[in-house]
């Protein structure tokens, strides 16, 4: 497949500018790019969903041009999106028929087939199980079928190692490997430059909405990558020194939290059966079942808490019984020594406590409020916002400013709707807001997540910086590498419980994976590593989305 | 950033300006379809206008339509829908008019009592509204909507003679007694026979002041607009939701209640089976139309009490003066599509600003980049 001078402009801005690329039929070819380079634009030109303004694309020395999805299909394209697009009631048979009826049928045939293809490439898919009974991984293994399905030749996966664990990545690229050992062609878009010198042949970097480069993943490191990705150096989340002390700032014991309204009958543990392809089928919730399990933890003044987990084993309610959200059932918060357990959420917020929300759509911002009452959003009571309670705007917005100037956040000014910002501004504001109230204590939950590489620097930055005044942090982060660089001390959450602590210096991705597994629990030493490769797999979050 | 804002005052009116001009065409495809001359019935409208005393009814009206649509507007900047404006207007007109003839006070202080027992018991019964939501859960359309009904009943039992209703001699009606002259509102005679404007309406005014003042300069205010764009955001930001909801329920009840009020303390002076009905209704489309702003609203009543006041003789010319209620009833609905058409557009277009000028100055950026 080749593409040149592909040029995408949408009003006003210049989305992909005169691109080429070609992609050698049967590798896995890797394409890279910060998150606003142009990836997704270009793999929606590929894949028939825009239309390039010029330029070509030709597949086998054809030139071809997709006007809908369905022409790319025709021509053998299939895309895995990063956002499974699964319907979780039917099973898996019916959701890879679903809108391909015609192909196979809907009855044996198609399982048939379907059994066919999962076997080939060692997918290890069965057809009957529901959607809504499989992890991640597995669900993303339906999607490559689904596409495989179709008749698909090439194959763009759009972030697939996004939402997995290590131990996932890595069986989602021997799939990959088999797809390439049959013929087909797979472009695997991330920015993850690790796991793409491991899986690709070939490389192309993408940087504000051009090809600007293409390298050799057998020769290539990750930092000349990064280099080229964002055209500067790249950011590593190291903490230097340790700036640790021994006052206690935040003190968490014995925070318990049920669950509420649930009234499914338990199931028997026969469910929980792991059959041979790996798939694992969570048991539905209990009654009570605790989301918070005997949580106790204390973080100390200038000492970042990390804590890693599959999401929606706890972090969550974690971090919203932290701010006083939800009401827990049982245990004491204390902070700075002032017990906070039946403390509402503003006076919390008052009393030192920072907060850089997981989903900073639903918690963090007010989307289509103009950034200075963003800006006051949260600290609506404290200064320079307010005084006896009628708004400063004039400090307000001066604050606003100071905030976009310090922490960089590129807007053409602060009357814009924070919408209208890309999701590294956006969290930059954030951060910039909660540090400007000199927290005692933050809450960092996924503090990169969907930000690009020069974002992520500053924001680290700005995390260090205020660690070394004497802020105690609580780091919540599905990225591991983030997480074990920041830290000063980790702790292991699943289903509710701290199960592991580990040191971060000695620690390696994969095992704090199979910790977060549910594989591995006390004290992680570095270098054991027979435990985990003893166990497969096991994808355990499935009710995390 | 001047330029941000003159956008932005240019899609503030596109809205309103798109959902009168389709209602205005909507309305006269109706008259041509009824075989009626199309033109003539709003030029006659607009020839009413011009003489003072139709002026008198409407600024009159306009007092009142706007301090009910201030009630369900504030609601609305909140994601409240109450629906129950209506009852609650009836109910505080109503009580406020039974104490108010009971009792006999120096002018000022028989005034406030009036005000002050309208407000509480609009209050009231929007608070039984909200109490349900915070308590219950129950969904405050469906609430308000009952207590409508509720209050219809309840005012019909209670002006009943053996209760707390009047039946002036010689006449069908029933009141709820004439208040003594002290608890009359002075208005501004406008001379000849013209009749006077409500001193209501200028209160009605100052509260559209204290009302812009309350949301956009407190610390109230800015709770509750957060917590109308975004609940979660609002709980996560430190706002107590259901201490919310119940106050802005309670404040949406007490300006309902002062609807009432112009007409009762200016007009009437008694509570009776013709006192006006669907207000409160009316001021749901106002304050749609006005899109819940203090001087889109009032624009919003303007157009409304010129819309009811200006077509009363339209029957008399061999028009129906209910194509006036037709063309609300399409503002409305025009309203509601227009409004959410240039919402999109609008944060389409400031998108698309914020990259362009980002990609005008941002290679300056990226170098000092490089360079730190």
Known sequence: MELHGITKRFPGVVANRDIAITVRKGTVHALIGENGAGKSTLMKILYGMQKPDEGTIAIDGEQVAFSTPGDAIARGIGMVHQHFMLADNLTVLENVVLGGEKLHGIGAKARKKILEISDAYGLGVRPDALVEDLGVADRQRVEILKVLYRGARILILDEPTAVLVPQEVDALFDNLRELKAEGLTVIFISHKLGEVLKVADDITVIRRGTTVGTADPRTATTKQLAELMVGSELPSPETRESTVTDVPMLQVEGLTLLETGITAVPQVSAARVVSPSDTYVHESAEVGRKLLDDVSLTIHKGEILGIAGVEGNGQTELIEALMGMVSPDAGVIRLDGADLSAVPVRKRREGGIGYIPEDRHRHGLLLEAPLWENRILGHVTEAPNSKRGILDLKAARQDTERIVREYDVRTPGIDVTAASLSGGNQQKLIVGREMSHNPKFLIAAHPTRGVDVGAQAQIWDAIRDARREGLAVLLISADLDELIGLSDTLRVMYRGKLVADADPATITPEQLGSAMTGAASGHLEGGEQAEQSAQPEQSEDGDAR | MKKFDKDKLIIGAAGPVLALVSSFVLTMLVLLATGLDPIEPIRLMIENAGYSDIQVLIVNQTGIYYLAALGVALGFRMNLFNIGVDGQYRLAAMVSAVVGASVELPGPLHILLIVLVAMLTGAFWAGIAGILKTSRGVSEVVSTIMLNAIATSLIAWLILPKNLGVQPAGSNDLTTGKIAESGWFPGIDMGQGNGEIYGFTFVALALGVVYWFALNRTRFGFDLRATGESESAAQASGVDAKKMILT??????????????????????????????????????????????PVGVLFAALLFAFLDKASSSLDVEGYPKEITQIMQGIIVIAVVVSYELVRRYGTRRQQQKVGEELAAGGALKTDKEVSA
Request: no cysteine.
């Open chain 2, 248 to 293: 802005s329920m309670l404040l949406s009840g007490a300006l309902a209640g002062l609807s009432g009020m112009p007409t009762l303390l200016g007009d009437t002076h008694t509570y009776s089976l013709s006192f006006p009905v669907g207000v409160g209704f009316t001021a749901i489309t106002i304050a749609l139309l006005g899109r819940n702003n």
